[in-house]
């Protein structure tokens, strides 16, 4: 029986059961899954988050087909179990005789064809694996694919937010399941503050995460000693457990791994821990199999020592908004029909500074509807304007901090680069919201200055 048949079957069963039909993002797992495909390589192919999909939808899709079937459900028995799910099931028939196929909706009918919109969706996040609208920033993405082909690898990117690191990130990431190697993806932000600002509870969380991700049974008492340490237990682990038991290049990425920064006392120990790790690479085999990749968004303020240190080894990416040529990239992605010597561009660089998810905004609206790029900017900082989103969370976050708010009132209102205390500088600039030359900074872009002097 085929997966298109057994998910029609699991449908209309779920909507008697359950009240709803499984959604996009549970079919597709369940599509990986008849693939003998990782959650990893499911989540990139379908250009969603790794994390989200092994973290959140596929223990849910799984509690679901538990509660239907009336057995444990894993990854590993999914296939068989609804195999003989379905065969047992009086409507197999009907439905196997019909012919019909999931790739319609439940309450669509058959004999009406579903219309695939083409069209571009609303720019927001990552942008997808698969996605036309993505601007490579050559020779970036050259450089990480072949950094990572490199035994012991490390590769560092940062940049504020939404720069683009997570989109390169995935391309990484897919780049490196090409070739065979074994991946897992982190994202500091989903870890509760209380397992952030404790190190035992912090390794023993990313040695549970990696075992998971790898499909690895978890045996962290195994290895865990409290006379040797939280440290050294979690090196013992990844060393004597899971790099021992995979023969391929295995790619960690640490995504946000400046909310590390917010614990010193935490980030103290777990960065020069990373550092311990490249440098074993260079004398043990096992190590070279990790290939370690760091995304933070502003520079580490955290005292370490120069050779305690990961953020001064490896390869070091930094990136920056969009140039000019890459704006005109990204409009004849959208169809927009600006020249070369289009002054639109300019424009638009002019008010944004080529800050990559304003840039997709503007395009994307002008792609949408009959309005001009001078009436977009015009009212860009209003309530009506397509920056409005974008404007409001910024906004919520600085008033309920009002030393933030004010350090930024004084790098707005200023006409000449201004200095900040090193804590100021570090959460702004890890916003986007300013721009650091030296020592000094300055706003992040002539959106930024205007909106809050404003405000």
């Known amino acids: 029986m085929t997966i298109d048949l057994i998910i029609e079957l699991l449908n209309r069963n779920l909507v008697g059961s359950q009240n709803r039909p499984l959604n996009s993002a549970e079919m597709i797992i369940l599509r990986g899954i008849w693939q003998y495909r990782t959650y990893k390589q499911i989540a990139l192919e379908a250009g969603y988050s790794p994390d989200y999909f092994a973290n959140v939808v596929a223990p849910e899709l799984l509690k679901r087909l538990a509660t239907l079937i009336g057995q444990r459900v894993t990854k590993k028995n999914c296939r068989i179990l609804l195999e003989s799910y379905a065969a047992d099931q009086p409507s197999a028939g009907k439905i196997l005789s019909s012919g019909s196929s999931t790739h319609h909706r439940i309450d669509v009918p058959i004999d009406v064809p579903i219309r695939v919109d083409n069209s571009p969706r609303y720019p927001s996040g990552s942008v997808p694996i698969d996605s036309p609208y993505y601007i490579e920033r050559t020779p970036l993405e050259a450089l990480a694919y072949k950094e990572i082909g490199k035994p012991g690898a490390l590769v560092r990117i940062k940049a504020p937010q939404e720069m683009g690191k997570t989109s390169l990130l ?86 946000e791994v400046n909310q590390l920064f917010e614990h010193p006392h935490v980030a103290k120990d777990v960065l020069p821990l990373f550092r311990s790790w490249y440098e074993e690479a260079k004398r043990l085999p096992h190590w070279q199999k990790l290939r370690l990749i760091v995304i933070h968004s502003t520079e580490i303020y955290v005292p370490l020592q120069l050779k305690q240190s990961p953020f001064n080894v490896g390869l070091p990416i930094q990136l920056e908004g969009f140039s000019l040529a890459q704006i005109q990239q990204l409009a004849d992605c959208y169809d927009l029909g600006w020249s070369g010597s289009d002054e639109r561009a300019q424009q638009l660089m002019d008010v ?8 997709h905004i503007a395009l994307y609206s002008l792609h949408q509807g009959d309005v001009s790029l001078e009436q977009l900017l015009e009212n860009s900082n209003t309530i009506t304007g397509i920056y409005n989103y974008h404007l409001q969370r910024h906004w919520a976050s600085l008033e309920g901090q009002p030393d933030l708010f004010q350090a930024l009132t004084s790098v707005v209102e200023a006409t000449e680069p201004v200095s900040l205390e090193p804590m100021m500088t570090y959460k702004l600039s890890s916003m986007g919201l300013i721009r650091q030359l030296g020592d000094k900074v300055v706003p992040g872009c002539a959106l930024y200055r205007r909106s809050f002097l404003k405000r």
């Open 170 to 255: 995935l391309r990484i990431l897919a780049y490196a399941s090409h070739h065979g190697y074994r991946t897992v993806s982190l994202n500091l932000q989903q870890i509760d503050g209380d397992i952030l600002s404790n190190l035992n509870r912090f390794l023993r969380w990313l040695c549970a995460n990696v075992s998971y991700q790898l499909n690895l049974e978890a045996a962290l008492d195994d290895y865990w000693d409290e006379d040797i340490g939280a440290k050294l237990s979690c090196t013992l682990y990844f060393q004597d457990y899971l790099l021992s038991q995979i023969n391929e290049p295995f790619v960690l990425a640490l995504d």
């Open 352 to 359: 944004v500074g080529g800050h990559p998810a304003l840039v």
